[in-house]
């Protein structure tokens, strides 16, 4: 059997992180609305600018598009492996925690490439307080998922 004694700290990490991954998807969400709704729009006849990316972001910087893409996929997967892991808490058995441990891997390493962009996001300067939030979010986020990976990973006592 599973440590019983780390179910307590399981359950909690997997609810902190999955209330953080809906925050994450929102706040990502609003920003990838703004980016449709206020992009370039290019009617018949005209050209595209020199330096058209699809990935434009009116707010921000150059790394913004790449991190809220990101940032969204990493809630995502993150979202779907919080709820493999709350599947994972009600058996808390040997056979279900190695499946539940690689999406949770997998969800750590999405993050963490999302982190790297909003990184670059941070380096880069002059973005809005709601990608401040996202940023901060995917970091703190990072960890929290590292700490319940290790957790899930831990041998056997």
Request: charged share 10%; glycine share 8%.
């Given at each position: 059997?599973?440590?019983?004694?780390m179910?307590?700290?399981?359950?909690l990490?997997?609810?902190?992180?999955?209330?953080?991954y809906?925050?994450?998807?929102?706040?990502?969400?609003w920003a990838?609305?703004?980016a449709i709704?206020?992009?370039?729009?290019?009617?018949?006849?005209?050209?595209?600018?020199?330096?058209?990316s699809?990935?434009?972001?009116p707010m921000?910087?150059?790394?913004?598009?790449?991190?809220?893409?990101?940032?969204?996929?990493?809630?995502?997967?993150?979202?779907?492996s919080?709820?493999?892991?709350?599947n994972?808490?009600?058996?808390?058995?040997?056979?279900?925690?190695?499946?539940?441990?690689?999406?949770?891997t997998?969800?750590?390493?999405?993050?963490?490439?999302?982190?790297?962009f909003?990184?670059?996001?941070?380096?880069?300067?002059?973005?809005?307080?709601?990608?401040?939030a996202?940023?901060?979010?995917?970091?703190?986020?990072?960890?929290?998922?590292?700490?319940?990976?290790?957790?899930?990973?831990?041998?056997?006592?």
């Amino acid at each position: 059997m599973v440590n019983d004694q780390m179910r307590p700290v399981a359950s909690l990490l997997l609810f902190l992180n999955f209330c953080m991954y809906v925050v994450l998807l929102g706040i990502g969400g609003w920003a990838m609305n703004e980016a449709i709704e206020h992009g370039f729009i290019i009617g018949p006849g005209l050209v595209l600018p020199a330096h058209f990316s699809p990935i434009y972001f009116p707010m921000g910087n150059a790394a913004t598009g790449f991190f809220v893409m990101f940032a969204l996929l990493a809630g995502v997967v993150g979202s779907a492996s919080c709820i493999s892991g709350f599947n994972n808490l009600r058996t808390w058995s040997r056979e279900s925690n190695p499946a539940t441990a690689t999406m949770a891997t997998v969800a750590w390493t999405v993050t963490v490439l999302a982190m790297g962009f909003g990184c670059k996001e941070i380096d880069l300067q002059f973005r809005n307080a709601s990608l401040m939030a996202l940023e901060a979010f995917t970091i703190i986020l990072s960890a929290t998922q590292l700490l319940y990976v290790a957790l899930l990973s831990a041998p056997v006592l």
